[in-house]
RNA sequence: GGAGAGGUGGCAGAGUGGUCUAUUGCGCGGGUUUGCUAAACCCGUGAGCCUUCACGGGCUCCGCAGGUUCAAAUCCUGUCCUCUCCGCCA
């Protein structure tokens, strides 16, 4: 969210920013709203006042007929706040549910425009689109020669959109995680297996609904609880109503954990095999930061994720996220897209990174702060989040790019040591 | 899953309806004394919100959410967490 004071301060500011990202939230409705319950909490805390210096009063009365007439001033003082306070609550629901339609502020270097196709490319990874000399296959068609992907039996199993790795692609995914995690471990950043579930209070301080039409979330029926859509929520969650010294930052985590969601209304289009799927496994990196440090630790996980597609030797080009495109927590985001040579008609890129910089905006939900020794009170982290390596996209690109005219796979150098071998071939 | 105990400030720990401005100690900051250090003594020491140019004032917070009452850390209900015992279990 953003803050409430900023809003009211910077009101064109606020429109302009959900125009240029094609937003439509009622900035003047939240301002008028937010002036009135403003004024009503006034009201409130005078009336608590006055009740709060007769109720001392009766405390000390010692005849009865003063404590008793006093008690009846009281008690209607007690009424008047009663149904202010009920007033206020539904101002605070309909506030809330406006101020949440508000999206962050943009990097003002963020390229404008609607939607995905106004992302800006901005560099290419170090490794050339290769040349083949023969007809690409995609990852489903090599996956099921090799024995690697089992598609039919996770529909049997949990549904369409479930599957199983199998063979090299099981070894694959341990592997991915584990250079993944080696490369973060240098780089400071802590590595943590985080639950897979999390209560729906921290899903909705990441910015994210757990329920209603168009969830990405599976809910756990009976709890309050919920399947996680990526580590970033138990990994924000971490600081969730928490203070954190300001020495201590910035604080760099990776998570490992399992990844689901129900993709509602994605079906079809470019989302085959392990485009989109309903539960996958992920490397997040998690930063919290101070306000100044942000900008800078968005640049170094853009550059992790740069150094860990360089050495999987994977094709790929950065974009740089357009207005319309951002999520609203992000001030800006960078994507990598991999080149995956069996996607659409000639091969495609194919999103498989991102990182955010969400500045105060979901700090601020979760309410994660720091403090300093020399400044009085606290203030908003700043969060960043950023994909090490998403399994499933990974090796849909893997499995693409080191295709052989045999269809056998080569296993790219940096993974070969945790597998044991060069070559995926067909078993006999 | 069953039974019980508990959750109070940075930490320890008192407070069982009003005299509470949440006692006290430790820690922390400042000061006095002092060759230096220590000790002793004195003062101060949480967060959020509203208001004020400022000084200051007000409201809220005793795990969290409700309720009773003129008044709740204290009584009631729900909930989360921690600990102990029993059962089950990789």
Redesign the pocket.
């Given at each position: 969210m953003l803050d409430r004071?900023f809003i009211i301060d910077n009101v064109e500011a606020v429109k302009l920013n959900c125009e240029r990202r094609f937003v439509k939230a009622d900035v003047e409705r939240f301002v008028s709203l937010e002036l009135q319950r403003?004024s009503l909490?006034?009201d409130?805390?005078?009336l608590?006042?006055s009740?709060?210096?007769?109720?001392?009063e009766?405390?000390?009365a010692s005849n009865v007929e003063e404590r008793e007439s006093?008690?009846e001033s009281?008690?209607k003082i007690?009424e008047q706040a009663d149904l202010i306070r009920s007033q206020l609550d539904s101002l605070e629901v309909e506030i809330d549910s406006v101020q949440k339609t508000i999206p962050n502020m943009t990097h003002p270097s963020a390229p404008l425009g609607v939607d995905d196709l106004s992302n800006l490319p901005i560099f290419n990874g170090k490794t050339a689109i290769p040349a083949f000399d023969f007809k690409v296959l995609d990852h489903v068609e090599l996956g099921e020669y090799l024995d690697l992907l089992d598609f039919e039996s996770g529909a049997r199993v949990a549904g369409a959109g479930f599957y199983f790795l199998k063979n090299d692609a099981a070894l694959l995914e341990l592997a991915l995680q584990q250079y993944a995690i080696e490369i973060l471990i240098e780089s400071g950043f802590t590595p943590v297996i985080t639950p897979d579930l999390a209560r729906n209070s921290i899903l909705q301080g990441t910015g994210y609904i757990p329920r209603g039409q168009e969830t990405q979330i599976y809910s756990i029926d009976g709890t309050d609880l919920s399947l996680v859509a990526t580590a970033e929520i138990p990994l924000g969650g971490l600081l969730a109503n928490q203070t954190v010294d300001a020495e201590q930052l910035p604080l760099r985590y990776c998570g490992i954990s399992h990844c689901f969601r129900t993709e509602a209304g994605a079906a079809g289009r470019a989302s085959r095999g392990l485009y989109r799927v309903h539960q996958f496994t992920k490397v997040e990196m998690f930063a919290f930061t101070l306000p100044e440090q942000s900008e800078a630790m968005h640049q170094e996980m853009l550059q992790i994720e740069c150094k860990i597609f360089d050495g999987l030797e994977l094709p790929y080009r950065v974009v740089d996220t357009a207005t319309g495109d951002l999520g609203g927590p992000a001030y800006r985001k960078f994507d990598l897209e991999a080149w995956m040579p069996g996607r659409g008609e000639k091969g495609e890129y194919g999103e498989v990174t991102s990182t955010s910089n969400c500045t105060d905006y979901q700090a601020r939900r979760l309410n994660a702060r720091y403090?300093t020794k020399t400044e009085?009170?606290?203030k908003f982290l700043h969060t960043l989040n950023g994909t090490a390596i998403a399994i499933s996209r990974a090796l849909i690109a893997i499995m693409e790019i080191y295709q052989k005219n045999d269809k056998s796979i080569a296993i790219p150098k940096v993974l070969q040591k945790y597998i044991n071998k060069e070559i995926i071939n067909k078993k006999k």
């Open positions: 004071k403003k909490q006034q409130l805390e005078n608590q006042a009740a709060n210096a007769i109720a001392k009766i405390g000390k006093k008690k009281g008690r007690r403090k009085k009170g606290t």
